[in-house]
């Protein structure tokens, strides 16, 4: 059983970690530690003998449970922490499970979280259970090869691929996206919450992807992120829609890209309060601009977007 502290109301919380007070969760989780500096896969799991890889937490994780990961220390010719080469891998059973980064100032922080690349997989972190939380990490989607950052699918033998309903990333980070392979990509599920993540660097750059029609692909939201430039390139495509449905992009940051976004006829939802860099060009989203709409479709709105000139994104029916 991983360490844990019982409080009279029945909330669980873990000892201090980098100056916060961190809740694991309600009555009945229970909390793991990962440190791939110090850690042993022969440990318990505890604060005080924690694993050493991330799936070995993840393994020995129930439902609700929630898995700290420390940052490892630098490598001796880099300022970047160390990597987990692991390929990791959330099945049905875990619902609900937590994984959470740990840098030197705490949970949360993105950058300086702790840094992940595959090992032989084409996903960094594949996600077939509901509810999952994952926050804090970093994820380098090419460091071996082109890589997914998080794949969100479904159980086994789910027709709609619908397990990994209800996902939230929050404050990771991901670099070296490419073209084929997202920084994170919805294969089917719903109501997935991508919030203050960082997408950064690659040529290609291609951040979310809620493009795969196998249903249910909807009800999803994009909020308070940012897609950067490859160093002030611009990249191919920051995010794709595809046929979802229902989804809300908003108070976005989208850096040069030869497409910020694209949709295809028959998707539906709000593009809001996001900021396109597009130099001293007009922003413009029909079927021909960098926010791609197809003639057709007028079940997608943009409201409230300002983009290069400093003026409000327009759209048209062309």
Same mark, same amino acid.
């Given at each position: 059983m991983g360490y844990l502290t019982r409080f009279p109301d029945g909330i669980m919380a873990t000892p201090l970690i980098g100056g916060d007070n961190v809740y694991a969760g309600w009555y009945g989780?229970?909390?793991?530690?990962?440190?791939?500096?110090?850690?042993?896969?022969?440990?318990?799991?505890?604060?005080?003998?924690?694993?050493?890889?991330?799936?070995?937490?993840?393994?020995?994780?129930?439902?609700?449970?929630?898995v700290y990961i420390k940052a490892m220390a630098p490598d001796a010719d880099a300022s970047e922490p160390g990597t987990y080469e692991e390929d990791l891998t959330i099945v049905y059973a875990k619902h609900g499970l937590r994984l959470i980064g740990v840098g030197p100032s705490g949970s949360g922080i993105p950058f300086f979280g702790p840094k992940i690349k595959n090992a032989t997989a084409t996903a960094l972190l594949t996600v077939n259970a509901s509810g999952v939380h994952i926050e804090g990490l970093q994820f380098n989607c090419t460091r071996n090869s082109g890589t997914y950052g998080v794949k969100l699918t479904g159980n086994s033998g789910y027709t709609t691929l619908a397990g990994s309903v209800g996902a939230t990333i929050t404050n990771c980070y991901f670099k070296n996206c490419s073209a084929t392979y997202a920084g994170i990509w919805t294969q089917g599920g719903y109501a997935t919450t991508?919030?203050?993540?960082?997408?950064?660097?690659?040529? !290609?750059?291609? &951040?979310?992807?809620?493009?795969?029609?196998? %249903?249910?692909?909807? +009800?999803?939201?994009?909020? =308070?992120?940012?897609?950067?430039?490859?160093?002030?390139a611009a990249v191919a495509l920051h995010l794709a829609v595809g046929l979802s449905k229902d989804f809300n992009i908003d108070h976005c940051n989208f850096d040069q890209a030869t497409a910020f976004i694209t949709a295809l006829d028959g998707a539906t939802g709000v593009i809001s309060n996001c900021c396109f860099n597009d130099g001293f060009v007009a922003?413009?989203? !029909?079927?021909? &601009?960098?926010?791609?709409?197809?003639?057709? %479709?007028?079940?997608? +709105?943009?409201?409230?977007? =300002?983009?290069?000139?400093?003026?409000?994104?327009?759209?048209?029916?062309?």
């Open positions: 989780t229970n909390v793991w530690f990962v440190d791939g500096d110090n850690g042993n896969d022969s440990n318990p799991g505890t604060s005080t003998e924690p694993f050493a890889t991330i799936q070995a937490g993840i393994d020995a994780a129930g439902s609700q449970d929630t991508i919030s203050r993540c960082t997408f950064h660097l690659g040529t !290609n750059g291609f &951040g979310v992807n809620l493009y795969d029609n196998i %249903l249910p692909n909807n +009800g999803h939201t994009v909020e =308070y992120c940012n897609f950067k430039s490859n160093n002030g922003t413009v989203a !029909n079927s021909t &601009g960098k926010i791609t709409i197809p003639a057709a %479709l007028d079940e997608v +709105g943009v409201v409230g977007c =300002y983009g290069g000139t400093n003026a409000l994104v327009t759209v048209s029916g062309d």
